[in-house]
């Protein structure tokens, strides 16, 4: 079992920045396959990123690619995203998600069995 925390989010203007934290706990957070989704406003939760259990693979959805970067600290615990050239259609509630030995193109939530609790992402325009 890991258990996930995330941190970060807040209201940035269009084409700001903000830094996204997930803080892992329990299990060998280099075990898991981590992954951010996003759900914004009546809208289904969608995958927005995943890194493999070395950091060395990344694989985004085509919306984010080139503004966002996913990355990990396993010596930390920590899960981050960073975000670049906000856009208000960013705006979302960010969750965190792992998935143990799991493959960093898996971008259903079906296949992740571990999620935090969420951090508000807001761009205004």
């Known amino acids: 079992q890991v258990q996930l925390v995330e941190s970060g989010g807040g209201l940035v203007q269009a084409g700001g920045s903000l830094r996204l934290s997930c803080a892992a706990s329990?299990?060998?957070?280099?075990?898991?396959?981590m992954a951010w989704f996003r759900q914004a406003p009546g809208k289904e939760r969608e995958f927005v990123a995943a890194?493999?259990?070395?950091?060395?693979?990344?694989y985004y959805i085509d919306s984010v690619k080139g503004r966002f970067n996913c990355s990990r600290d396993n010596a930390k615990n920590t899960l981050y995203l960073q975000m670049n050239s906000l856009k208000p259609e960013d705006t979302a509630v960010y969750y965190c998600?792992?998935?143990?030995?799991?493959?960093?193109?898996?971008?259903?939530?079906?296949?992740?069995?571990?999620w935090g609790q969420g951090t508000q992402v807001t761009v205004s325009s």
């Open positions: 329990g299990r060998p957070f280099s075990s898991y396959t």
């Open positions: 998600a792992a998935n143990r030995y799991g493959s960093v193109s898996s971008s259903g939530q079906s296949e992740y069995a571990h």
């Open positions: 890194i493999g259990w070395i950091g060395h693979t990344t």
